[in-house]
């Protein structure tokens, strides 16, 4: 459990600042700004996290506003060296869980989440509790249903479009609504842009890269301003065995390599025994070519398959991207409208060879003493030792059942495709109200977006039939439903003249005899051929491809939002006054493809009804059923912003939403105390709610799968939403404090607070996979625990669970602190200026209240703060600290800028993954630092802007997590060390 430590804090700090170049004596240089030459201050000023003031619907407001924002500009990005929306949210030091580079598993549900998009975390609260906004208008969430909650793709805009991005780092519900309880990212568009500007880049980094192209043109249009702008980007893709971090040796325990292997192990039944509970304790030996196709053996137990090399750190991708906006007015009036556009494409998604079967005792995987693949390997050891020292007798007559999976270190790969497109368009209305000091602002968007992601899986009767030699799309012979089957299947009708592994029909074989080549990095058979390989007894890829298909979900959400808001003056440059009504409705719908519709094909045989476990026709990958569903939210909200006298500055807000289901009325207020010259203190108080979303409501079954530690395996985890869900209440508060001087240094501190009740979430199924390991708790889990047979009786061995049945709760509560960090400053530096700044955030607790079920503690009180949290799902990765120093020095038509990023240690937190095969301590994920270079030159007279980024400077690998990829996917950077060129032309 991580503590504050405010000596170590402060310690750190002090380190980062100089390793930043900022002085460690007393102070910078004493030259006053009145020395400084008028030409420096019209060099690029460095705004890093600079803050500013934002979040209110009161115009022309006459207080300077309390509140803690982040301001993101055009100037600042270049001088970052223009990063994508993955990197600059990844080291934002408010934000945690960023999506965008593996999606692994993120929420369990990687299939939901191309990897075209990218999110922002505010405080690690879930992307859901941070409300994105363009030009301060809403924008739809992506179509994919999440458990932990949709949020808004930040990968949708075009970078060449946005002016400056506002961060507001505290919640703002009762500002803007139940969605911003953990704050507000708003992108402000170059909406007055005029002239042509052309930007072209390319990053590389070893074995991949970034290529983007964009443009932007802005004119006049009669009395209005037009602004058009292009963007193009393409991503390479970057293979796990390209980086040698990540491509590892068994480690003793953990993900990337599976349990399940092809090839496999055999298990030998004593007598004709096929209940599925004792086959799992029977007799069996691992087929000897494991080693040799490059698995490893676990004694007598199984092969273990590295699927890693068919994973990628970084996908092949696709954005094209446009965005438009007329900007003017007629009379007194102004007018805005908007259009957005975006098309992503994942062209070449790889995975697998092919998954791993959730029930291997079914009998589907049954090999008969007269399979041909069992014939040949019986002719070579009539009987085996296996690595337990126990001999076998594989003569008899009885069916082995193999124990893999239908591919594995042969590959290839199954590679599929996934798409989606964002539409947004939008406008707005603002002027006076006559001759009064009204004026209103009417706004209407409206965004929607649609995807479709693509999972391979495998037809369990397909497999049934090949396994017994009457595989293949012509070879005439089907199967029906029998109950009394464990594998609820029996073969069908076999026509005359029909026999097994004849003609049309063939055999699927399990062993390695039938597998010449490995595909598996530095394998012994990757070269050089299998010696026991017969060419006869291999099945053709025809036969794979046979029991392959394709499940595919269409899925699309949209968001309609309209407003009108009344400002008004109390009193001139003493009390100014908002309030306003808001409509929004959020409407979401998904479609499976016939194969993946769980109302049409519920069960094993494609058509069939009459199954008691309706998870579809798959062995692994399940489908979904098609769903419809909106929720309306009506909002009347009103502000006042106040200034009693020269010192104090007030905003007072209240917030009133009706979901139909449930309503709240939450009150913020919000002070700022100038104490003297260079001295400010500033706080807020609010409450604020958040309802069941659309998907929480949801009482569809969702089936995907999740690691299930006791098994060693993934696992189908079923999940529902529920109809009685409460809604969430937090109390948030913010206290800061402003140190500004007149020599351009400025520093804030500010202590954050939030405290939930009733949050949002789901049963986790690792702490019900726990509880069913202890004799003590099983009783209270088991009825959600399905063994073998489909029982959930508690009958069956911990590592035998075959499914796990969740659904949406409210947990107690959940309470998160930290301290926020912003120095910053400008000074004369020979022939030109210095900026130097330090931004950081130290989360100081994120403590989750415990959760009982069924009268037994299922989680403890737990901190999530300096934790992995893998299997959480409260909380991301939380490591303690984040930092950036920058230091930049501007000078004539030159800028260079150096800038450290540092992430702190964590702990892995998961007991099953915290030793390494020579006993070395996993328990730690260790700090991350980086370093980056970027050096600009504005060309005289050309309109010419030249940018040379170097990042990661020391080719710093992320740290090393015990997890599929090796690293932290949401938290640290995979690519190494990178070198970009950017060339900006404008024209104005």
Not at 103 to 121: F, H, K, L, M, R
Not at 148 to 156: H, I, M, S, W
Not at 568 to 578: D, H, L, T
Request: charge should be negative; glycine fraction near 10%.
């Amino acid at each position: 459990m991580y503590t504050f430590d405010l000596r170590s804090f402060a310690l750190k700090v002090f380190g980062l600042l100089c390793l930043a170049g900022m002085p460690c004596s007393a102070a910078l240089a004493d030259q006053q700004e009145d020395a400084m030459p008028d030409s420096l201050f019209l060099l690029p000023v460095l705004e890093a996290e600079a803050i500013v003031v934002t979040g209110t619907a009161v115009r022309e407001s006459p207080i300077e506003l309390p509140y803690a924002v982040a301001r993101i500009d055009r100037a600042s990005l270049a001088e970052q060296g223009s990063p994508s929306m993955v990197d600059l949210f990844k080291n934002l030091s408010a934000s945690s869980g960023v999506i965008g580079e593996a999606n692994s598993w993120y929420n369990a549900q990687s299939g939901d989440i191309p990897e075209t998009v990218a999110n922002i975390n505010l405080r690690g609260l879930g992307a859901s509790r941070s409300l994105v906004l363009i030009n301060g208008r809403r924008q739809t969430y992506v179509p994919g249903r999440l458990v932990g909650g949709r949020f808004v793709d930040v990968n949708a805009f075009p970078s060449i479009s946005i002016e400056r991005m506002d961060i507001l780092k505290e919640g703002a519900g009762a500002v803007y609504g139940s969605d911003a309880i953990a704050g507000v990212a708003n992108f402000i568009t170059r909406g007055s842009f005029e002239g042509f500007e052309l930007d072209v880049s390319y990053d590389y980094f070893d074995a991949a890269g970034d290529a983007q192209l964009g443009g932007i043109w802005g004119g006049k249009v009669g009395d209005s301003n037009l602004v058009i702008s292009l963007e193009h980007k393409r991503r390479g893709n970057l293979r796990a065995e390209e980086r040698d971090w990540a491509l590892r040796p068994f480690p003793n325990y953990g993900w990337g390599w599976s349990w399940y292997g092809n090839p496999g192990a055999f298990i030998i039944p004593d007598g004709l025994q096929t209940d599925e509970s004792i086959l799992a304790g029977e007799p069996r030996f691992v087929d000897p070519g494991c080693e040799g196709l490059g698995g490893y053996q676990v004694g007598a137990s199984t092969c273990r398959f590295r699927y890693q090399p068919w994973d990628s750190i970084i996908e092949k991708l696709q954005h094209t991207r446009g965005f438009a906006e007329l900007n003017g007015s007629f009379g007194e009036t102004d007018y805005h409208l908007e259009a957005l556009y975006h098309d992503a494409r994942v062209p070449e998604w790889e995975t697998t060879p092919s998954f791993p079967p959730i029930a291997f005792y079914d009998g589907v995987q049954q090999v008969g003493a007269d399979h041909p693949g069992r014939v040949a390997f019986v002719e070579q050891n009539p009987t085996y030792t296996n690595s337990a020292g126990v001999t076998l007798d594989l003569t008899g007559d009885q069916p082995w059942y193999f124990f893999g999976r239908l591919v594995g270190n042969a590959g290839p790969g199954r590679v599929q495709s996934r798409e989606s497109r964002t539409r947004r368009l939008a406008g707005s209305l603002t002027g006076p109200l006559g001759e009064s000091s009204l004026s209103y602002d009417l706004g209407i968007s409206y965004s929607d977006t649609k995807g479709t992601v693509r999972q391979p899986a495998e037809y369990a009767y397909r497999k049934f039939l090949a396994f017994r030699g009457y595989g293949g799309p012509n070879c005439g012979v089907g199967v029906v439903p029998d109950p009394s089957a464990p594998s609820g299947l029996a073969l069908g009708a076999i026509p005359s003249g029909v026999s097994p592994g004849t003609g049309n029909c063939s055999y699927f074989n399990p062993f390695s005899n039938g597998i010449q080549f490995s595909a598996q990095p530095d394998a012994p058979y990757t070269d050089s051929a299998n010696p026991n390989y017969r060419a006869d007894l291999a099945h053709g890829a025809g036969l794979i491809d046979w029991i392959n298909e394709k499940v595919a979900t269409t899925s699309e959400a949209s968001l309609l939002s309209m407003e009108a808001i009344l400002n008004g003056v109390i009193k001139e440059g003493v009390a100014n006054y908002a309030t306003g009504y808001q409509l929004r409705r959020v409407d979401v719908s998904a479609v499976p493809n016939a194969p993946g519709d769980l109302s049409q094909n519920p069960c094993r045989i494609p058509g069939d009804r009459s199954c008691a476990i309706q998870t579809g026709s798959f062995t692994f990958t399940s489908g979904i059923h098609p769903y419809e569903a909106n929720q309306t939210t009506h909002a009347v909200f009103a502000e006042l912003a106040l200034k009693p006298n020269d010192w104090l500055d007030s905003q007072a807000a209240l917030h009133f939403e009706d979901y139909g289901f449930a309503n709240s009325l939450d009150p913020k207020i919000s002070l700022r105390a100038q104490v003297n010259d260079f001295l400010a203190l500033r706080g807020t108080l609010q409450t604020t709610f958040r309802t069941p979303s659309v998907d929480d409501l949801n009482t569809d079954v969702v089936i995907y799968t999740a690691y299930v530690g006791p098994t060693d395996a993934w696992k189908a985890i079923e999940n529902r939403g529920v109809e009685d869900l409460e809604p969430e209440e937090a109390l948030t508060y913010n206290l800061g404090v402003i140190f500004e001087h007149d020599t351009g240094f400025e520093m804030t501190v500010d202590y954050w607070n939030f405290d939930f009740n009733n949050p949002i979430g789901v049963l986790p199924d690792a702490a019900l996979a726990a509880a069913y390991v202890d004799p003590a708790t099983r009783a209270a889990v088991q009825d959600r625990i399905y063994c073998p047979g489909n029982r959930n009786d508690g009958s069956c061995a911990p590592g035998d669970m075959e499914r796990i049945r969740i659904n949406h709760i409210n947990w107690p509560g959940l309470k998160t602190s930290g301290i926020d960090l912003h120095i910053g400053g400008r000074q004369v530096l020979g022939d030109g200026a210095i900026d130097l700044h330090l931004d950081g955030s130290y989360t100081l607790d994120y403590t989750i209240e415990a959760l009982m079920h069924n009268g037994v503690e299922l989680v403890a009180e737990n901190e999530a703060v300096g934790f992995l949290n893998a299997t959480n799902p409260l909380a991301p990765p939380l490591p303690p600290l984040r930092m950036n120093a920058t230091v930049g020095y501007h000078w004539s038509d030159y800028s260079a800028i150096a800038r450290g990023h540092y992430i702190s240690s964590y702990e892995n937190g998961d007991y099953w993954f915290d030793t390494g095969p020579s006993g070395e301590d996993w328990t730690q994920i260790d700090p991350f630092l980086t370093f980056d270079m970027n050096f600009q030159w504005r060309i005289p007279d050309s309109g010419v802007v030249a940018t040379l980024s170097l990042f990661n400077l020391l080719d710093a690998a992320p740290p090393y997590v015990n997890q599929e990829l090796a690293f932290d996917a949401l938290t640290h950077d995979p690519k190494g060390r990178r070198i970009k060129l950017g060339v900006t032309y404008s024209f104005r």
